[in-house]
Antibody, heavy 118, light 111 residues
């Protein structure tokens, strides 16, 4: 069965960076794009960017353009999202999600809580 | 920026029908991009409920239905059940922002 398993919770200080992983199983990793979506406490879902897992091409939300980097290791069927220059407003649950061909997300990771606090 | 607007909350008694609207603009829903819906139970990841405006993934009860018209879309839940109490989000693509976008979210309460 399709699964996306994310790395564990992180606590970071303001100004630091965080890197979250998303390991895929149960399907051909390079056949589907992986997106990253975050959700601050009590807030709506917010799209951050995506990676073409076949060739590594990426596209980021304008909001996160300068601070986010999405990569993948195809040999490990794993996607990564790194967010730099963290501030308290980045405290959120970060989800990876698999995109089906119709621009929607059919499978999601369990989420990774990133807490930014001094 | 919230480009897809949903009502903050809707409620209904068990067995009733509720609808959730998702209002967009000419650069997203009105441009012809499909609308998709997700259900998020407390403390869990979103789950795909409706894709391509009105299609249900395998395993989603037919109590859930979706529609789209003009610059808006709707999710209807008929025969409301206690287990339907959750947050619901619409999602589409916006060509002006070159970005995937989510709605503001709607909390469904079963009275």
């Amino acid at each position: 069965q399709v699964q996306l398993v994310q790395s564990g919770a992180e606590v970071k200080k303001p100004g630091a960076s965080v890197k979250v992983s998303c390991k895929a199983s149960g399907y051909t990793f390079s056949s589907y794009a992986v997106h990253w979506v975050r959700q601050a406490p009590g807030q709506r879902l917010e799209w951050m960017g995506w990676i073409n897992t076949a060739n590594g091409n990426t596209k980021y939300s304008q909001k996160f353009q300068v601070r986010v980097t999405i990569t993948r290791d195809a040999s490990a069927s794993t996607a990564y999202m790194e967010l730099s220059s963290l501030r308290s407003e980045d405290t959120a649950v970060y989800f990876c999600a698999r995109e089906d061909s119709g621009n929607y997300y059919d499978y999601w990771g369990q989420g990774t809580l990133v807490t930014v606090s001094s | 920026q919230s480009v897809l607007t949903q009502p903050p909350s809707v409620s209904g008694a068990p067995g009733q029908r509720v609808t959730i609207s998702c209002t967009g603009s000419s650069s997203n829903i009105g441009a012809g991009y499909d609308v998709h819906w997700y259900q998020q139970l407390p403390g869990t990841a979103p789950k795909l409920l409706i894709y391509g405006n009105s299609k249900r993934p395998s395993g989603v009860p037919d109590r859930f239905s979706g529609s789209k018209s003009g610059t808006s879309a709707s999710l209807a839940i008929t025969g409301l059940q206690a287990e339907d109490e959750a947050d619901y989000y619409c999602q589409s693509y916006d060509s002006r922002l070159s970005s995937y976008v989510f709605g503001t979210g709607t909390k469904v309460t079963v009275l």
